[in-house]
């Protein structure tokens, strides 16, 4: 399949590493833009200790030190522009902070770059696990008016 642009959503798993290697046997673009979403640490910490919205931690770094998860996204991105560059994609990075979710923010982009076409990786989550856990790649395919390119796990 053949497309002007795509957008391959990269978090560094290996279905997602999977998903690139695919879309660099089956997919030709014009540009491929590997896109690494990322959510600010203190927005992490209060989710996972119940304090979101409440109040900021004094261990919260001053605006002028870099997030430490947009560093970390930053290198995740570079790993996956280079395994796209190496499945022969043209492509290019580009990391975008989470405002709200993972998919939205994946979705949001493509719609904002207005790609052919969405390239992920899932995990493959089936039953009881499928409930509990919801699938980034099942948001984004519900939500989006796209096509997208899934590529399930190795079994």
Not at 71 to 83: F, I, R, S, Y
Not at 96 to 114: F, G, P, Q, Y
Not at 117 to 129: D, E, S
Request: hydrophobic share 45%; aromatic share 6%.
């Amino acid at each position: 399949m053949a497309c002007d642009v795509m957008l391959i959503a990269y978090d560094g798993s290996e279905h997602a590493k999977r998903a690139i290697q695919y879309a660099g046997r089956f997919l030709t673009a014009d540009r491929a833009i590997v896109l690494t979403a990322w959510e600010p640490m203190v927005r992490q910490a209060a989710r996972m200790s119940g304090l979101s919205g409440v109040m900021q931690p004094d261990w919260v770094p001053d605006e002028d030190v870099e997030d430490i998860a947009f560093t970390d996204a930053k290198a995740t991105n570079a790993e996956g522009l280079e395994l796209a560059k190496s499945a022969g994609l043209n492509a290019e990075p580009r990391c975008e902070e989470c405002t709200s979710t993972i998919w939205n923010t994946i979705v949001a982009t493509a719609d904002e770059l207005n790609v052919d076409l969405i390239v992920a990786g899932t995990r493959g989550a089936t039953g009881i696990k499928a409930l509990l856990h919801s699938s980034v790649a099942d948001n984004v395919l519900k939500h989006c008016h796209r096509p997208v390119f899934l590529v399930p796990p190795v079994r």
